[in-house]
C-alpha cells in the first residue's frame, strides 16, 4: 500500500528534501538523513505504508527490527559512535520509520536525547554519497 502524498511512499524528490538513499533491505529502504550534525544519522523506512509497529504482524516487526539492527550494526562500524540512539515518529507522516541517531561521548547533546535538526549540518551530494558507501560497505 502506497500514500501519493508520503515521502518514503513516493521517494524520488519528496524524500530527497530530507534523506539520502542507501539501499534497499528485506523489509524497508535505508537514507543517509540529510541532517548529520550527528555523523552518520540514518532513517529506516518501513517500504508499505502504515503507521505504527502495532500496525504489521509479528514477522514483518521482527524483519523490520532485523533491519534496523542490520543498520546500525553497519554505523557502528563505518562511524565507530559511543551509542545509537532510536526515534520512531510520524506524527505528520504517518509513515513507519525509526531514525537512528549515533552519539559521541563528549559531544554535544551526550547523556540526553537527540534533536531532530540540533546543528543543521548540510553535505554535498558527494557527501553524502561517501558515508551512504560507508553503511553500504558495513551491511
Known amino acids: ?30 537514507y543517509i538523513f540529510k541532517e548529520q550534525s550527528k555523523p552518520g544519522r540514518c532513517v529506516v523506512a518501513y517500504k508499505d505504508h502504515v503507521s ?9 516487526r521482527a524483519a523490520f527490527i532485523e533491519d534496523c539492527c542490520k543498520v546500525a550494526n553497519a554505523m557502528h ?12 515518529y510520524g506524527d505528520t507522516g504517518c509513515h513507519l520509520h525509526m531514525h537512528l541517531c549515533p552519539k559521541y561521548e563528549g559531544g554535544d547533546e551526550w547523556g540526553g ?15 553524502y554519497e ?7 560497505d558495513n551491511l
Open 1 to 30: 500500500m502506497k500514500d501519493n502524498n508520503c515521502a518514503y511512499c513516493m521517494q524520488g524528490e519528496l524524500v530527497a528534501k530530507f534523506a539520502y538513499p542507501v539501499c534497499e533491505l528485506e523489509t524497508s529502504f535505508v
Open 52 to 60: 505504527e509497529l502495532v500496525s504489521i504482524s509479528a514477522e514483518q
Open 77 to 88: 562500524k563505518a562511524f565507530h559512535p559511543n551509542k545509537i540512539n532510536y526515534g520512531t
Open 113 to 127: 536525547t537527540f534533536q531532530m535538526n540540533p546543528g543543521k549540518v548540510y553535505l554535498t551530494d558527494a557527501e
Open 130 to 136: 561517501v558515508l551512504a558507501q560507508k553503511v553500504r
